[in-house]
């Protein structure tokens, strides 16, 4: 386990997949409340992929942000083909 300096943050940017898959993919997932004197309310998550790297913390106004993204994701095509010569699956989807 790491132990992480709170007070020494960077931020980096990650798509809504990749933060369903840290989250997905956490071996600790931590919910903060105001009283937590070095970070705002919000989780923090330490994925199985990037566990020894970084620990992530997600305030609850980037939470809602993340949250109303996903709600209004729309797709419009949908398009799934399969080769049967390579037996492979593909797939597009426009939104």
């Not at 933060?19 to 993919?25: G, T, Y």
């Not at 919000?42 to 790297?53: E, H, K, P, T, Y």
């Not at 939470?63 to 095509?77: G, W």
Request: with cysteine; glycine share 2%.
């Amino acid at each position: 386990m790491e132990n992480y300096d709170l007070k020494c943050q960077s931020w980096i940017s990650l798509s809504v997949g990749e933060i369903a898959n840290e989250i997905i993919h956490s071996s600790y997932l931590m919910v903060l409340d105001s009283n937590e004197p070095n970070c705002e309310s919000g989780i923090l998550v330490a994925s199985d992929w990037n566990m020894q790297r970084r620990l992530l913390h997600f305030s609850e106004s980037t939470l809602d942000e993340i949250f109303q993204k996903v709600l209004a994701d729309q797709i419009y095509i949908a398009k799934d083909t399969w080769d049967p010569v390579t037996n492979s699956v593909s797939h597009s989807r426009l939104s």
